[in-house]
Nanobody
Framework: QVQLVESGGGLVQAGGSLRLSCAASGIIFRLYTMGWYRQAPGKQRELVARISSVGSTNYADSVEGRFTISRDNAKKTVYLQMNSLKPDDTAVYYC????????WGQGIQVTVSS
């Protein structure tokens, strides 16, 4: 049974930081591209950042330079460090496993107040 469990979300003021974590089980984690996605109210889910099995990363233009994705294969965990947060970053953030996202986490709320 595959599980992706996100943690670390919450409420933060604009300019603040949060670190999201996604702990995986039931998959051979080191072989998977892992990604963070987000969905704001009334909008489509979008890619935020992705990290390949060999550590290559890519980011949405809107978060480039502010967010950093990383992974710890020993802990089967992927992280998203979010700095200089803006109200527009408010969304439910989802962890996804696989280039075409074979598995999703349940999502976690991030709210940035102005």
């Amino acid at each position: 049974q595959v599980q992706l469990v996100e943690s670390g979300g919450g409420l933060v003021q604009a300019g603040g930081s949060l670190r999201l974590s996604c702990a995986a089980s039931g998959i051979i984690f080191r072989l998977y591209t892992m990604g963070w996605y987000r969905q704001a109210p009334g909008k489509q889910r979008e890619l935020v950042a992705r990290i390949s099995s060999v550590g290559s990363t890519n980011y949405a233009d809107s978060v480039e330079g502010r967010f950093t994705i990383s992974r710890d294969n020993a802990k089967k965990t992927v992280y998203l460090q979010m700095n200089s947060l803006k109200p527009d970053d408010t969304a439910v953030y989802y962890c996804g496993a696989g280039t075409s996202v074979d598995y999703w986490g349940q999502g976690i709320q991030v709210t940035v107040s102005s």
